[in-house]
């Protein structure tokens, strides 16, 4: 069965920094590319960037390019965002979701993708 988990999400300040970490189980990070995505209330889901199962290359969209990275620990069978000088408009439930072909073209439309977590919630507030 897969699973995936996220953890580490939080109040954070305006500038500030937080990790957040996603737990895969029932499925090998090696065929499984990893994505990032976020929804705010109201808004619709939307893209943050992924890690390729293939070579490890992450992609991150326009709006967090820059600011955030993601990365991955194979023998954890875990992927990270970190997100770092976080703005109000970062406020959002954060998932990660697997699929064995993750594409900028998923990141622009929300998905789809063939497993998803819970999500975290990220609060950004002064």
């Known amino acids: 069965q897969v699973q995936l988990v996220e953890s580490g999400g939080g109040l954070v300040q305006p500038g500030g920094s937080l990790r957040l970490s996603c737990a895969a189980s029932?499925?090998?990070?090696?065929?499984?590319?990893i994505g990032w995505f976020r929804q705010a209330p109201g808004k619709q889901r939307e893209g943050v960037g992924y890690i390729s199962s293939s070579d490890d290359n992450t992609y991150l969209t326009n709006v967090v390019r820059g600011r955030f990275t993601i990365s991955r620990d194979n023998a954890k069978s875990t992927v990270y965002l970190q997100m770092n000088s976080l703005e109000p408009e970062g406020a959002a439930v954060y998932y990660c979701?697997?699929?064995?072909?993750?594409?900028?073209?998923?990141?622009?439309?929300?998905?789809?993708?063939?497993?998803w977590g819970k999500g975290t919630l990220v609060t950004v507030s002064s």
């Open positions: 979701a697997a699929d064995e072909d993750i594409t900028s073209a998923t990141m622009m439309f929300g998905g789809p993708a063939d497993y």
């Open positions: 029932g499925l090998s990070l090696d065929s499984y590319s």
